[in-house]
């Protein structure tokens, strides 16, 4: 039955790219550089949305010394060129969204942008080769390309007054329809589909609170919706890489050098 499905996720993008293109530009909203966060802390404005990006750079960075020596290895190795580029992106958010929430405008947004996009590029690569078992270097160079044109593109309209996101929402969304449907498809280990499963959500839960920064601000006083949204989307990706980490197998343990005058003596 499920071979009839694997054609699938590729009509499923190909219609999500028509009805995007149909529907027309969609506009960055006028409002979208008005964040709640105002604090200042050791003469960093925006402190809390700065600083909050700190976890993003810590689970890449744990992420890389886990996975870098053994990506050679099967468990790793099929996927490695997408989830290499998801730890780099993700590394590289800490960065640009840092330098973006300390002066918000549109030039520094697309440091926040772009590493964003190269991480969803990425995770979809790596999550592809892993349940079909293919390589995914080529897959991982490709989406990488398309991640810099759909912010390139947003950036070019939007200096020229008719600022168009759909390239670069279509790359965010998607991770969240197509990584579920192939682990199903291709039957993923159950662990697999916890993790990844757990992380989408807490993705999704991330962008909603995004939403309603203000208002989350104005309730809980000691922080932003978009500071809690960090930190969710931190704890997304923690639960993705904590779960490709223990599929890394462990050395077995050393049995004690022998002492040979201790054998004589016993």
Same mark, same amino acid.
């Given at each position: 039955?499920?071979?009839?499905?694997?054609?699938?996720?590729?009509?499923?993008?190909?219609?999500?790219?028509?009805?995007?293109?149909?529907?027309?530009?969609?506009?960055?909203?006028? @409002?979208?550089?008005?964040?709640?966060?105002?604090?200042?802390?050791?003469?960093?404005?925006?402190?809390?949305?700065?600083?909050? @990006?700190?976890?993003?750079?810590?689970?890449?960075?744990?992420?890389?010394?886990?996975?870098?020596?053994?990506?050679?290895?099967? %468990?790793?190795?099929?996927?490695?060129?997408?989830?290499?580029?998801?730890?780099?992106?993700?590394f590289?958010?800490?960065?640009?969204?840092?330098?973006?929430?300390?002066?918000?405008? @549109?030039?520094?947004?697309?440091?926040?942008?772009?590493?964003?996009?190269?991480?969803c590029?990425?995770?979809?690569?790596?999550?592809?080769?892993?349940?079909?078992?293919?390589?995914?270097?080529?897959?991982?160079?490709?989406?990488?390309?398309?991640?810099?044109?759909?912010?390139?593109?947003?950036?070019?309209? %939007?200096?020229?007054?008719?600022?168009?996101?759909?390239?670069?929402?279509?790359?965010?969304?998607l #991770?969240?329809?197509?990584?579920?449907?192939?682990?199903?498809?291709?039957?993923?280990?159950?662990?697999d589909?916890?993790?990844f499963?757990?992380?989408?959500?807490?993705?999704?839960?991330?962008?909603?609170? %995004?939403l309603?920064?203000? !208002?989350?601000?104005?309730?809980?006083?000691?922080?932003?919706g978009?500071?809690?949204?960090?930190?969710?989307?931190?704890?997304?990706?923690?639960?993705?890489?904590?779960?490709?980490?223990?599929?890394? #197998?462990?050395?077995?343990? !050393?049995?004690?050098?022998? @002492? #040979?005058?201790?054998?004589?003596?016993?």
């Amino acid at each position: 039955m499920k071979l009839s499905l694997h054609h699938l996720p590729l009509a499923l993008t190909v219609l999500l790219s028509m009805v995007a293109l149909v529907h027309g530009p969609i506009a960055q909203l006028s @409002n979208y550089h008005d964040f709640a966060d105002h604090s200042v802390a050791f003469g960093v404005p925006h402190f809390a949305d700065v600083a909050s @990006n700190l976890g993003f750079a810590l689970v890449a960075a744990w992420g890389w010394t886990q996975l870098a020596p053994a990506s050679s290895q099967a %468990e790793i190795a099929p996927g490695w060129a997408g989830y290499r580029l998801f730890l780099i992106g993700l590394f590289l958010t800490a960065l640009g969204s840092s330098w973006y929430h300390l002066a918000p405008d @549109n030039a520094s947004l697309v440091w926040d942008r772009l590493p964003i996009a190269l991480a969803c590029a990425g995770l979809l690569a790596g999550v592809r080769a892993d349940t079909q078992r293919r390589d995914s270097t080529r897959f991982a160079a490709g989406l990488a390309l398309f991640a810099v044109l759909s912010v390139s593109w947003w950036y070019v309209t %939007e200096m020229s007054g008719a600022g168009d996101l759909r390239p670069y929402l279509l790359l965010q969304g998607l #991770p969240i329809l197509l990584i579920p449907l192939w682990q199903w498809i291709y039957d993923a280990p159950r662990a697999d589909r916890l993790a990844f499963g757990g992380a989408l959500a807490l993705y999704i839960l991330a962008k909603l609170v %995004e939403l309603n920064d203000h !208002q989350i601000a104005a309730a809980l006083g000691s922080i932003s919706g978009h500071t809690l949204k960090h930190l969710i989307a931190t704890g997304a990706a923690a639960l993705i890489v904590v779960r490709l980490a223990s599929r890394v #197998p462990q050395a077995p343990a !050393q049995k004690p050098l022998a @002492n #040979p005058a201790l054998d004589r003596a016993v």
